[in-house]
């Protein structure tokens, strides 16, 4: 099977140490992070202080494992297929946030809007570009059903996923 092997840049600061406290999604978060990006790669951060958003990507370092079917933290009715949903179990453990620039200081960008671990190994930093990145119509599959008040919280806690995998083992 193919494989990619990727560098890691650099890493991502944030205010959370547990995943289940952690917010779902940036777009539900205020919490502020640093990104620090290793010094070979500094040099990359030329002219990124002219954006106001950046994408973060990087690797889900503490998943084990993945399901193609997942409950999405945001709606935990029912199942879907893993590239339908944003959860980190995925075969290729990678997330997007999108966060404010609150500043870019020498190799550390802060930011507003985290929602990953600290510690998060970081694997590239690129500009929102309203230009190139918004849509004026579009359509979000089941998260069109949610009310974005429904979605700021977990609709589901691991509690909850234990007690029905022993339900229906008995
Ligand atoms: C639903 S994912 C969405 C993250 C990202 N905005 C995306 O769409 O790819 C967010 C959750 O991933 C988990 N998480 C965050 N950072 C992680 C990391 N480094 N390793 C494992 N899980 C992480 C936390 O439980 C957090 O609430």
């Known amino acids: 099977m193919e494989t990619a092997t990727y560098r890691v840049i650099g890493t991502i600061h944030s205010p959370f140490t547990d ?7 940036s777009i539900f978060s205020e919490a502020e992070g640093t990104i620090e990006v290793s010094p070979g790669y500094a040099d990359g951060l030329e002219g990124l202080d002219g954006f106001s958003h950046i994408y973060l990507l990087y690797h889900f370092h503490r998943v084990n494992g993945f399901s193609l079917r997942q409950r999405p933290f945001a709606d935990g009715s029912k199942e879907r297929g893993i590239f339908a949903i944003r959860h980190c179990n995925r075969p290729n453990p990678i997330g997007i946030s999108l966060v404010e620039v609150i500043a870019v200081e ?31 119509t579009v359509r979000s599959g089941w998260v069109d059903a949610r009310r974005i008040e429904e979605m700021k919280g977990r609709s589901f806690t691991p509690e909850d996923l234990r007690e029905d995998e022993e339900s229906s083992r008995t």
């Open 19 to 25: 995943g289940d406290t952690t917010p779902i999604q």
């Open 106 to 136: 020498g190799s550390t960008v802060r930011v507003r809007g985290i929602d990953v671990l600290d510690g998060t190994p970081l694997l590239d930093i690129k500009p929102y570009v309203r230009q190139f990145d918004h849509r004026d």
